[in-house]
């Protein structure tokens, strides 16, 4: 099994900045893709940025030049760093991970999700 756990989500005003972290633990082989998604009320759930084993990067165009998406691949950890938040960037923010593990008969990936973080962007 593995667990991820989002953290930096809070209240910020406008313009403001926030770091959001998604650490990974658990039965871990390796970690493939890793991305953020967020979901506000009454919306669908959305994909904000993904980051590739080997660093590639994919932002939607909503989060271009503000939000920048990280990994530190030793710490299974993934990072959002996101400035100039606006009002409408408010939703509870996921973590999503593509993790390698092993099985009975060899390898396979699986999917996980965090339970979520959320960041309200309010004056």
């Known amino acids: 099994q593995v667990r991820l756990v989002e953290s930096g989500g809070g209240l910020v005003q406008p313009g403001g900045s926030l770091r959001l972290s998604c650490a990974a633990s658990?039965?871990?082989?390796?970690?493939?893709?890793m991305g953020w998604y967020r979901q506000a009320p009454g919306n669908q759930r959305e994909l904000v940025a993904t980051?590739?084993?080997?660093?590639?990067?994919y932002y939607a165009d909503s989060v271009k030049g503000r939000f920048s998406v990280s990994r530190d691949v030793a710490k299974n950890t993934l990072y959002l760093q996101m400035n100039s938040l606006k009002p409408e960037d408010t939703a509870v923010y996921l973590c999503?991970?593509?993790?390698?593990?092993?099985?009975?008969?060899?390898?396979?990936?699986?999917?996980?999700w965090g339970q979520g973080t959320q960041v309200t962007v309010s004056s």
């Open positions: 999503h991970a593509d993790v390698q593990q092993r099985t009975a008969w060899g390898t396979t990936s699986f999917s996980y």
């Open positions: 658990g039965s871990i082989l390796s970690i493939n893709g």
């Open positions: 980051i590739t084993s080997g660093g590639s990067t």
